[in-house]
Structures are given as structure tokens and as C-alpha cells.
């Protein structure tokens, strides 16, 4: 007596999976684009809440000592260690220092703008 077997196929054809590589190649670079421009836009809410708070403690220290802030150290950012050291920031901004005038100064190598 003569069987017949049937031959069942239970893996996937190249084509297959080349058309699944392909589509999550696709995907990957919307992904990639999409994300791409999150960082930037990430800086510049950081670099204009560093002001905000900035312009907030420098008012907010002479509205209570009722004068200019005096430079901790002397230096350009001794008046944000100024600021710190009386409990107006937490820590100095990385975007920006003050100037003597009170004015936002941007700090070198920083791309925010005031």
C-alpha cells in the first residue's frame, strides 16, 4: 500500500520575512524623525523656566532686602551663589548668570537667548 504524506510548512517564506523587515525598517525611521526634534524643544522650555525662575528670585530678593544683590565672591556668577546662599534658588542656572545690573547674562556655550 502506497501513503501519501503531506508536507506541512510551519516556518515563514524569505518573502515574508523580508516584507516584515522592510515595514519595521519604515517604522523605526518615522520613530527616529519624530523623536529627532524632542531635545530642542526640550532645551527651550529648560532655557526659558531658567529665566523665569531667575527674574522670580532676583525680584523676589528685592522686594524683601529691599537692595541689590551683592555678589558672593565677586565674580559674575557670585550673584546666583548669592541667591542660593539666602534660600531664593536652589542652584545656580546653567543657561544663564546676573549681572550686576540685575540683567540676564547667557552663559558661553549655551544657546538660549535671552
Do not use: N, W
Not at 516584507?19 to 527651550?44: F, H, P, Q, S, W
Amino acid at each position: 500500500m502506497i501513503t501519501v504524506t503531506e508536507q506541512h510548512d510551519d516556518g515563514f517564506s524569505l518573502i515574508e520575512l523580508l516584507l516584515v523587515i522592510v515595514v519595521m525598517g519604515i517604522l523605526a525611521t518615522v520613530v527616529v524623525a519624530a523623536v529627532g526634534g524632542l531635545r530642542d524643544d526640550a532645551e527651550d522650555v529648560g532655557c526659558k523656566s531658567d529665566a523665569h525662575i531667575l527674574y522670580t528670585s532676583t525680584e523676589a530678593f528685592f522686594a524683601q532686602r529691599g537692595a541689590p544683590i551683592i555678589p558672593a565672591d565677586g565674580s559674575l556668577d557670585g550673584y546666583e551663589k548669592t541667591l542660593v546662599a539666602e534660600g531664593f534658588l536652589r542652584a545656580p542656572s546653567t543657561f544663564y548668570d546676573i549681572d550686576s545690573a540685575g540683567q540676564l547674562v547667557q552663559v558661553s556655550g549655551s544657546l538660549c537667548t535671552v
